[in-house]
Nanobody, 114 residues
């Protein structure tokens, strides 16, 4: 059974940084494309960053140049480094496969506010 555990969220001022981590189990991690998603209040969940098994990365236009995704296949973790945070980055962030696996973790809440 897939298990995804996200951590690292919190309250940060605009312009600040956060690093989110996700630990995955129950999958052959190194073979899977992984992604970070977010869901803002009243909005649909969206994919903001993804990294393939070959370490190729893609970003949504809204986070390109500010967020960096990377993975550690030895530890089955995927990380999202978020810099230059803006209030509109406020959301609950989730990791999952791309396409998503059948289950989701609880996510980690990021609030960007002064």
């Amino acid at each position: 059974q897939v298990q995804l555990v996200e951590s690292g969220g919190g309250l940060v001022q605009p312009g600040g940084s956060l690093k989110l981590s996700c630990a995955a189990s129950g999958i052959i991690f190194r073979t899977r494309t992984m992604g970070w998603y977010r869901q803002a209040p009243g909005k649909q969940r969206e994919l903001v960053a993804r990294i393939t098994s070959d370490f190729i990365t893609n970003y949504s236009e809204s986070v390109k140049g500010r967020f960096t995704i990377y993975r550690d296949n030895a530890g089955d973790t995927v990380t999202l480094q978020m810099n230059s945070l803006r209030p509109d980055d406020t959301a609950v962030y989730f990791c999952n496969g791309d396409p998503p696996f059948g289950s989701w973790g609880q996510g980690t809440r990021v609030t960007v506010s002064s």
